[in-house]
């Protein structure tokens, strides 16, 4: 049984730093592209960021030089790391893993899905 938890959120204030994680099991996670998306109340979900299994990452542009994805096989983890945060930021933040190489910012891509974690940045 695949299963991919996230943890790390919580209510921090402008400027503020957060290092999101995403453990996963039931799966060969080295083989795996992990991706971030996040969903803010009222809105659509959005990508965030993907990191393939080489350690390639790409960004959304809302934070690209901000936030940092990377990735520990040796612990079947990858790590959002959130610098600056804004309010703008404030969202449920969701790990998930797909096998395909491309369409990495598409949500119908990833065949897992973490239940996610808050992230609230106040101003």
């Known amino acids: 049984q695949v299963q991919l938890v996230e943890s790390g959120g919580g209510l921090v204030q402008a400027g503020d730093s957060l290092r999101l994680s995403c453990s996963a099991s039931?799966?060969?996670?080295?083989?795996?592209?992990m991706g971030w998306f996040r969903q803010a109340p009222g809105k659509e979900r959005e990508f965030v960021a993907t990191i393939w299994s080489g350690g390639r990452t790409y960004y959304s542009d809302s934070v690209k030089g901000r936030f940092t994805l990377s990735r520990d096989s040796a612990k079947n983890t990858v790590y959002l790391q959130m610098n600056s945060l804004q309010p703008e930021d404030t969202a449920v933040y969701y790990c998930a893993a797909t096998t395909v190489l491309t369409r990495q910012q598409q949500q119908e891509a990833y065949d897992y899905w973490g239940q996610g974690t808050q992230v609230t940045v106040s101003s």
């Open positions: 039931g799966l060969p996670f080295i083989t795996y592209t």
